[in-house]
């Protein structure tokens, strides 16, 4: 009977509530507050690991799409390598873009309102499981027998649902860090989840570079054959499937560690109004040691007396001391604080958006991510054409290749020319995010976005010549870089800490849907745009500089709306904690008793730690 009660404790929030009824909600959200201003390294990133590894496959599912439509156009739609893709290979692509996109625009939506609802971790768990059966569902999806069904159908079936728990994923795992994390290192902890983006899309390269060499002795090499036989599209009918369903292996790992994890104390103190739940998980996830190795008991002993100690040392503040009360006491003054706070509900959430500057910086917000995904996805969903030709140059320079060749080239190409830059920048960003702050860290990215999109744009057709394509990739490199040490990184750090706890995951929310209603919108232009003849998408050497022109625009526009953005810094340089934001963005909820107001967390408690 042991584990199933073990199973239990961990699934369901922890009700050691005697040791803390008899003191004020003041004192038990001031604990919570300092407890997790005061977390340990190993705590903080215990946090920054499991939102991260979800945060990996969710970048590991929806770019693999990248290594894996040329396998399938080959192996279903009779397409064939060093050619261009047909009409209809060339629509099943964008199909297959635009589809993903759409189910993460529509999960950003629906998870970011309804964790602002129902708690981060009941949605925690529920996205990922979307994301593991999904991602399942497409390694296994056939064409029936005889074709009796439309392989393209199916997979564009399975990828809306993948897109949908990608989507799910942004608010949730930006908002719960956010809510965790020590306000010194905030940033450091949102860029750190966020750099799991560039190691999954490096990891789906990767693999696929892997995949490949492993069946090198069945793929044809030779560039004056590349006709797959029967026995060729049944290995890369094995590759396609094996990279796709190793993105759920990850998730499987993750999703014990979320269905695991407490509710945000942050959430259960400020829109559950119930301080006794908060203080009660905190006092057990903070545990000396592992949860299953030391008894709840001892552990709300240990809370139980810092709380008596801070209690006896007569705090006083605003002219009152906060004195003893008894559990029934305690329970009436938790039930008037819910009348106080107004709850997390669509009139409230109007009346917020009417408050001062509120839209107006949900809108900056949104329209920052727009400008940014609409390059960032508008090209790098079509990574393997555009790579192709900043990697070889105009398309006289390419040299022919067998079967084998292509599709490792695919993968190594990426990995150099794309993922390296990710990763390069998003580790600058982790050092440097709390020293300069997450604006000024758009505006330097925006900038330099705009400056080598205008230069290899204007130049492109110098730079793709015989002899110049090392230029082109450097510099290509260096846009890959300036996207994640700018606003590939900010736009999702940002909301996760501007907007009041009741209103910060559907703030969210709205804001990636903008980005990803961005890509959706350049994945349309970009794959039948035409800049003239010979100049269209099946020209990418001729189409690819005039794109680039064109994207350059939406830097300038995300560079003039960061100046709408507030910075989350003070005059001091120092990052302001949540409460204290929240306070600027709702300066009129003063009537909130003394602890539960936004920003009144007590300094005297600041040293509490187990």
Request: net charge neutral.
């Amino acid at each position: 009977m042991g584990p199933p009660f073990k199973i239990r404790l961990f699934l369901n929030p922890w009700g050691q509530y005697e040791n803390f009824q008899h003191l004020p909600p003041a004192q038990r959200h001031d604990f919570v507050i300092s407890r997790l201003e005061n977390a340990r390294r190993r705590e903080w990133l215990w946090v920054v690991l499991v939102a991260g590894i979800g945060f990996f496959t969710d970048a590991y599912c929806i770019f693999s799409v990248n290594m894996v439509t040329p396998m399938l156009s080959v192996v279903y739609w009779n397409d064939k390598v060093n050619s261009t893709a047909s009409s209809l290979v060339h629509n099943y692509e964008v199909a297959l873009g635009i589809v993903t996109l759409g189910g993460a625009l529509v999960g950003q939506l629906i998870f970011g309102i309804a964790a602002d609802i129902w708690g981060r971790r009941k949605m925690y768990g529920l996205e990922l499981i979307i994301l593991i059966f999904s991602t399942l569902g497409m390694a296994m999806a056939s064409s029936g027998k005889n074709d009796s069904m439309s392989m393209i159908g199916v997979l564009l079936f399975w990828r809306f649902f993948m897109g949908l728990g990608v989507g799910a994923d942004y608010p949730l795992s930006a908002v719960i860090c956010s809510e965790f994390a020590p306000t010194r290192i905030r940033g450091r902890m949102l860029a750190a989840v966020f750099f799991c983006q560039s190691i999954g899309e490096a990891a789906a390269a990767l693999v696929a570079l892997i995949a490949v060499a492993g069946f090198r002795h069945s793929l044809p090499d030779d560039p004056s054959n590349v006709d797959c036989d029967i026995s060729c599209a049944r290995d890369i009918d094995k590759i396609w499937r094996l990279i796709v369903g190793l993105g759920a292996v990850p998730a499987f790992i993750a999703l014990w560690f979320r269905l695991t994890i407490i509710e945000s104390p942050r959430y259960t103190v400020d829109v559950l109004q119930n301080t006794l739940q908060a203080v009660a998980d905190v006092s057990q996830f903070y545990q000396q040691g592992n949860p299953s190795q030391t008894s709840s008991l001892s552990v709300g002993q240990e809370s139980h007396e810092q709380l008596e100690s801070t209690h006896r040392s007569s705090h006083v503040e605003e002219g009152r001391i906060l004195s003893p009360v008894s559990s029934h006491q305690s329970q009436t003054v938790d039930r008037e604080c819910k009348s106080i706070i107004p709850a997390s509900r669509w009139s409230d959430f109007k009346r917020f958006l009417r408050r001062g500057h509120n839209l107006r910086i949900l809108m900056a917000t949104s329209l920052c991510w727009f400008c940014l995904d609409l390059p960032f996805y508008g090209l790098g969903l079509m990574n393997a054409d555009v790579i192709n030709v900043i990697w070889s140059g105009s398309a006289s320079s390419a040299k022919p290749v067998g079967i084998y060749q292509y599709f490792l080239r695919m993968s190594y190409q990426s990995i150099v020319v794309v993922s390296s830059g990710a990763i390069v920048g998003s580790v600058i960003a982790i050092l440097v995010i709390d020293r300069i702050g997450r604006r000024t860290l758009q505006f330097i990215g925006f900038c330099w976005l705009l400056i080598l999109n205008i230069i290899i744009g204007a130049a492109f057709h110098y730079l793709s010549t015989d002899g110049n394509s090392s230029a082109l990739v450097v510099l290509y490199l260096l846009t890959q870089i300036f996207f994640n040490f700018g606003p590939n990184t900010t736009t999702y750090i940002i909301p996760a800490e501007l907007f009041p706890t009741r209103f910060r995951s559907t703030c969210h929310g709205i804001a990636a849907a903008s980005g990803k209603l961005g890509s959706i919108i350049a994945q349309c232009f970009l794959g039948y745009v035409s800049f003239g003849p010979q100049a269209g998408w099946a020209h990418v050497p001729n189409w690819l500089g005039y794109a680039l022109l064109c994207l350059a625009f939406f830097m300038l526009m995300g560079l003039i709306t960061t100046y709408w953005i507030p910075d989350t810094r003070d005059s001091q340089g120092n990052n302001k904690s949540l409460e204290q934001i929240a306070a600027e963005m709702e300066p009129d909820i003063e009537d909130i008793p003394l602890g539960l107001r936004a920003g009144d967390s007590s300094s005297e408690y600041a040293d509490i730690d187990s």
